[in-house]
């Protein structure tokens, strides 16, 4: 039987509690399920037929393991009796260096694998049959016969540890959980311009003074909060990792078969080291730590200079303290968003530019990554960098981190180089993964947990030659928003190991239903073991659907498994409220409440939630004089008349008119009586977004014939700065009327003193409401 075949049914018997069915995440190339099971108790042996410290370290993770779920210590012997667990190094045909074959018999478990890496990931699919936490149940691992093997060898995930500093043991437990989706690159984001976190013992300021600062733990990182300071006794935020603590992590990660690739950001990004050693920057300031503000924007500048060889001899005496430590093939030397302006005002990089015949500062860039290229190359290291390392020239051997989209590595796989794909769109995963508005506060973007899920690290553009080069693809965790542990799981669970399935398991297996279904158990797990994760896959999406003047409401959902269930009464949905089948009808003011429920158990959290209001424009056709903005679509054309009001979050809801009025006709279908006619429009300063000057409302029983009934003045200044709604109304004595005409006049430009002055503003329309 196919794993393909794990279907409701084999969940269903899952919480019957018969014969569990494997939910192995990563899905392993081939699995063959077989009646029976092996029951594991205390009398289980361990046998390797494989010598070697690393085998013998497997083991031991795994028998610690098994003891902590079920606190049974198995004996490892040189030859085991009766019912045995069999580890072996041996030929395996067709599974690669990486693979394994895994076979479960009622008495014994078999594996096999050409290196200890294999062996590793047997394990990891052995312990997924296994209980999440410690229980005094019998253990039942069912009968399977498993071979398998990875589809790409760079399977990453990248955390930043600048914007946020996490201890040693959370870095470790971070490990812990790539290791078991059979993760293998964990790439380490050492140095930016919000903190330096690695000792080096040449240069102990950058530890000393730059790996500190003072800011509010707990609130979202920011530039202006950003305040080095020298004085360690006051209260300060950051911490670094001493060298011992960086091999004693690289070590625990290679015990899992992960390789830990340090990332020392150049030429920009580099505050924090510029802020410490001033010298080797372009403009070298007079800095004083102490003072508040005094860190970014005003006296340093971000990136070392590139016309100062002194600056390269510290980079190289950096790198060869970060090189003793990583015996990672790849350093990684950032590369990306790097700002010129430093170098275009200083003389050393000019007279640089002048005597290596560069162009440009774009060429200066390449002539410093190339620089650095040479020195790693020398130490018989590999240089990997983001997309930007392309601009002016790409060094010989580099490698490319593409994260602005996939050009970049298209781009570079088509001239040879390799790859490795981590698109912001479905791979930052600082991006939000639920709706905004039940979620924790993130950098921004929508990256689902089904976005991640079908991302395809191959793009269609490179043909097979060229796709050789794409190693593999990473997810990257930056931490500007993100200041705990528990935020981080929360960010990486479950994405993590939707891209673990996308770069393990064959491209044909790849389903998302099915996933979704051995996800359930894994999700269970994570509660089991406290581990926060992201529920946002499983909220339901409420969306207003016009259909021949009625307002329908839709609701949908990305995980298909479940069954939505809802209220309309502002009650919490329960497996007895109203079962979602099709679009139902908003006769009148209500609230809806919708959630999802999995095999009939209702998924915990916070109810999608929104309210829909009827009055005589609701649903009506509706015809705009100048198109919307293509930028805020909203709900479709008929977003003014959908029946919902918007918030001050500006992507939702609101139609968008960059500069010009709004003139929009809505058509009542028949004469009516009516005493009130609103629009409804939002002002968000800092978003340039202003209250229009005023809204003109007229009304016409033919739709060629108007009167105007009034024009209504905006009377909240420009100025207030404070993101506000408002309804523009006009009440009359009740009168019959077909059509209504409202004109908003856009404020046209934004006003003295605003950061977009001159430039086009935005008028921001969410209803028509007629009463
Ligand atoms: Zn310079």
């Known amino acids: 039987m196919r794993s393909g075949l794990l279907t409701g049914f084999l969940l269903w018997t899952f919480f019957l509690n018969a014969q569990p069915p494997v939910h192995i995440i990563p899905q392993p190339v081939r699995l063959q399920l077989q009646d029976g099971a092996f029951l594991l108790d205390k009398n289980v042996q361990v046998q390797a037929s494989a010598a070697g410290r690393e085998v013998s370290g497997i083991i031991s993770y795994f028998t610690g393991a098994v ?3 079920s606190g049974y210590a198995l004996p490892v012997k040189a030859a085991a009796v009766g019912k045995s667990i069999h580890f072996s190094i041996g030929s395996t045909e067709g599974v690669g260096e990486e693979g394994y074959v895994l076979s479960v018999t009622p008495t014994r478990i078999a594996i096999r694998a050409s290196k200890p890496a294999g062996l590793f990931y047997a394990v990891q699919s052995l312990l997924q049959t296994l209980p999440a936490v410690r ?21 990453g995930m990248m955390l930043d540890v600048s914007r946020h500093f996490f201890s040693p043991e959370l870095v470790k437990q971070f490990i812990d959980l790539l290791a078991a989706y059979k993760m293998n690159r964990f790439h380490w984001h050492l140095a930016d311009g919000a903190g330096w976190r690695i000792e080096i013992k040449k240069y102990p300021k950058l530890t000393g003074l730059a790996a500190w600062r003072v800011d509010d733990w707990g609130k979202a990182w920011d530039w202006s909060q950003v305040r080095f300071n020298a004085d360690r006794n006051k209260a300060t935020y950051g911490g670094y990792y001493t060298q011992e603590q960086i091999k004693e992590i690289v070590a625990y990660a290679a015990a899992r078969q992960i390789t830990v690739v340090p990332e020392i950001e150049m030429p920009g990004h580099s505050e924090a080291a510029m802020a410490a050693y001033p010298e080797y920057s372009c403009l070298p300031h007079k800095h004083t730590f102490n003072e508040p503000g005094d860190f970014y924007g005003r006296d ?49 990089c000019q007279r640089r530019m002048k005597t290596e015949g560069l162009k440009n500062e774009e060429e200066l860039q390449s002539y410093f990554i190339h620089r650095m290229e040479k020195f790693l190359v020398a130490h018989n290291r590999k240089l990997i960098g983001w997309d930007e390392i392309l601009e002016g020239g790409l060094a010989p051997q580099a490698t490319v981190m593409s994260w602005r989209g996939e050009s970049g590595g298209i781009k570079a796989a088509q001239m040879n180089h390799d790859v490795v794909m981590s698109p912001t769109g479905p791979l930052y995963f600082d991006y939000y993964q639920g709706d905004p508005e039940t979620e924790p506060l993130a950098f921004g973007g929508f990256n689902t947990l089904k976005r991640v899920y079908s991302y395809e690290p191959i793009p269609a553009e490179l043909n097979s030659e060229q796709a050789k080069h794409v190693l593999g693809a990473q997810a990257n965790l930056w931490t500007e928003q993100i200041a705990s542990y528990e935020h981080v799981l929360y960010m990486i669970l479950p994405r993590m190991p939707a891209l673990a399935e996308v770069l393990w398991s064959t491209k044909q297996s790849r389903n998302w239903k099915d996933f979704n279904q ?9 509660e089991q073991r406290g581990l ?5 896959n499983f909220k339901v999406d409420i969306k207003p659907q016009v259909v021949d003047g009625r307002l329908l409401v839709k609701l949908e959902t990305e995980n298909e498994d479940g069954t939505i269930y809802y209220t309309t009464d502002g009650t919490d949905p329960g497996t007895g409220s109203l079962r979602y089948e099709n679009p139902f009808e908003v006769k009148g003011a209500m609230t809806v409440k919708a959630a999802l429920a999995i095999n009939n158990s209702m998924i915990r959290g916070r109810p999608a939630q929104q309210a829909f209001t009827l009055n005589k424009a609701t649903g009506r056709p509706l015809q705009y004089a100048t198109p919307y903005s293509k930028y805020y679509p909203a709900n479709g054309p008929s977003t003014l008349v959908d029946g919902i009001r918007g918030t001050t979050d500006a992507g939702k809801q609101w139609h968008a008119f960059n500069g010009s009025d709004m003139v929009a006709t809505v058509d009542l279908g028949q004469a009516a009586t009516a005493g009130s006619i609103t629009l409804g429009c939002l002002q968000s300063y800092g978003q340039w977004i202003f209250f229009p000057q005023w809204v003109k409302f007229e009304v016409s029983a033919d739709g060629k014939q108007f009167t105007e009934l009034a024009t209504v003045s905006n009377t909240v200044p420009v100025a207030d700065k404070a993101p506000q709604t408002k309804d523009f109304t006009t009440r009359f004595d009740p009168r019959s009327f077909r059509y209504v005409r409202i004109t908003a006049k856009n404020l046209g430009q934004c006003p003295k003193g605003h950061p977009g002055e001159g430039q086009a503003a935005w008028l921001f329309c969410d209803e028509i409401v007629v009463e």
């Open 518 to 526: 051995r996800l359930q158990p894994h999700l269970v797990g994570f």
């Open 67 to 69: 003891k902590q779920v």
């Open 300 to 348: 340093v500048h971000p990136n070392y200079c590139a016309g100062n060889d002194s600056a390269f001899v510290f980079l190289q005496n950096i790198l060869e303290e970060v090189m003793a430590l990583f015996p990672s093939r790849y350093i990684h030397v950032g590369g990306d968003e790097v700002d010129k302006t430093s170098w275009k005002q200083c003389e050393r």
């Open 135 to 155: 229980t005094n149940q019998v253990i039942r691992i069912p009968c399977m016969e498993i071979s398998d093997y990875p589809r790409f060898k760079w399977r």
């Open 532 to 536: 926060h994760y992201s529920k946002g």
